[in-house]
């Protein structure tokens, strides 16, 4: 298998150069390869403090174990974490570097809350107002017919009464993904009492609306849910993104960053899952398949086009 063959540490001179032959005869190859590699780095994170406490100790999932058993499948591991109550009716809530962080709030709704994300909670009689500030967040929200959950982001504003739905306003883009209920976007300057408006969106479960900066309408549609929530539990999944891109949102996460050097390099695609907290083992497979070169220091992680 390729991908024993080519972490082994009798790895041969040209293994990378019929690697490359056997990425280059297929896109099925590719797909498979990134498959494993995903299994591969999953089931490094995965020990004994996952087993039950009757589980016995063969059942354990090692990394042989999963390259034997993975050729077209990845393993995924749930991170662990547990759930903070958030007693305060009012008040900033900020997550941390690293990992999502999940809160259960006064009103029994819950939110899952991206790294470098924060928001501002107030819970009133009339109405549930969260503003979020940075980031991303995911909301399950508790019914409550009486008082609209309301998520404000200052272009938008998202009203629920009970539902779940995640919101994300990263660099100058907003997109609201709804997993179950029904929400409605609008305008602030709609407001809530005063019925709906004119330019009210009436999302359904599965949608996705992206609002650009500037334009004029948002951009609706109807993306792999699954595979877009894989950052709640402490993975990030790209399809067909560039190098550059996969690599800032790697970056979002750690404290070690990931500089890719030269545009040929940033316009290389990568597809895959990865965990967010392991900078080194994107570069690891991203340097197996694509042609790159890999440069490290205590600070930093250089990606550049070979040979460049």
Do not use: C
């Amino acid at each position: 298998m390729w991908l024993a063959r080519l972490r082994s540490d009798v790895r041969r001179p040209g293994d990378e150069a019929g690697f490359q032959a056997w990425l280059a005869e297929a896109h099925e190859h590719r797909l498979a390869f990134e498959a494993v590699t995903s299994a591969f780095d999953a089931a490094g994170a995965v020990g004994h403090e996952f087993l039950a406490a009757d589980e016995p100790p063969q059942t354990l999932l090692t990394r042989r174990r999963v390259l034997a058993g993975a050729a077209a499948t990845a393993f995924v591991a749930t991170a662990s974490g547990g759930l903070l109550l958030w007693r305060s009716t009012s008040g900033v809530i900020a997550g941390e570097i690293g990992r999502p962080r999940q809160f259960a709030l006064a009103d029994g709704s819950s939110v899952v809350l991206d790294t470098k994300s924060s928001l501002q909670v107030k819970l009133t009689d009339e109405r549930r107002l969260v503003r979020l500030l940075a980031g991303r967040a995911r909301f399950e929200v508790a019914k409550d017919a009486a008082r609209p959950f309301i998520v404000d982001t200052g272009e938008r504003q998202v009203i629920a009464i009970g539902t779940a739905f995640t919101v994300a306003s990263e660099g100058t883009n907003l997109s609201v993904v709804l997993e179950e209920g029904r929400v409605v976007v609008r305008s602030p300057a709609t407001g809530t009492s005063g019925g709906a408006g004119t330019d009210d969106v009436n999302m359904q479960p599965g949608d996705r609306l992206v609002f650009p900066a500037g334009a004029a309408k948002p951009v609706e549609d109807r993306p792999d849910l699954a595979r877009i929530s894989t950052w709640q539990t402490g993975r990030l999944a790209f399809d067909d993104e560039s190098l550059f891109s996969a690599a800032a949102e790697l970056n979002r996460y750690n404290h070690r960053a990931i500089e890719v050097e030269d545009a040929r390099a940033a316009a290389l695609r990568v597809s895959g899952i990865y965990r967010a907290d392991d900078p080194e083992g994107f570069v690891r497979s991203v340097s197996m398949m694509l042609p790159v070169d890999v440069d490290e220091n205590a600070d930093r992680i250089l990606i550049r086009s070979r040979n460049s």
